[in-house]
C-alpha cells in the first residue's frame, strides 16, 4: 500500500459565471488506480454535497516510500513542457487574475 495525492477538477456555476476547483485529496490505495477510483467516489459525494458538478478528471502521484505522510511532505507533482518564459508561463497558468485566493499578508513580496 502507497500513499497517493490525486487531483479532481470540479466546475462551479452561478449568475455571475463559472469558477473552476482543483482539489487535492491523500488517499491510501496498493496503485494509482485505485487510488484515482477511491478519490472519484469522494469526489461524486463532494459534488452532491457541494452543488458542483466533477468533470471526470483526476490525476494522481505516489508520494515517496518515506511511510505516513507528514509535515512538508510532496502530495502532487505535475511536469508540463511549455515554451513560455517563467513570468508568462505563471500568468498562464497560475496567475490569471481570475483565482480566487486569500491575499497574502501585509508584508510579504507577492511574486
Known sequence: MNWYGVR???????????SYEERITLWRAPSADDA???????????????GVEYLGFAQ?????????????AEVF?????SPLEP???????FDTGAERQ??????LPDG
Open 77 to 81: 507533482s505535475l511536469l508540463r513542457d
Open 87 to 93: 513570468s508568462a508561463y505563471l500568468d498562464a497558468y
Open 36 to 50: 484515482i477510483a477511491l478519490a472519484e467516489v469522494e469526489a461524486e459525494t463532494y459534488a452532491c454535497e457541494s
Open 60 to 72: 494522481s502521484y505516489r508520494l515517496g516510500d518515506h511511510g505516513v505522510p507528514g509535515a512538508g
Open 102 to 107: 486569500q491575499p497574502l499578508p501585509d508584508g
Open 8 to 18: 479532481c477538477v470540479f466546475e462551479w456555476t452561478a449568475a455571475s459565471g463559472r
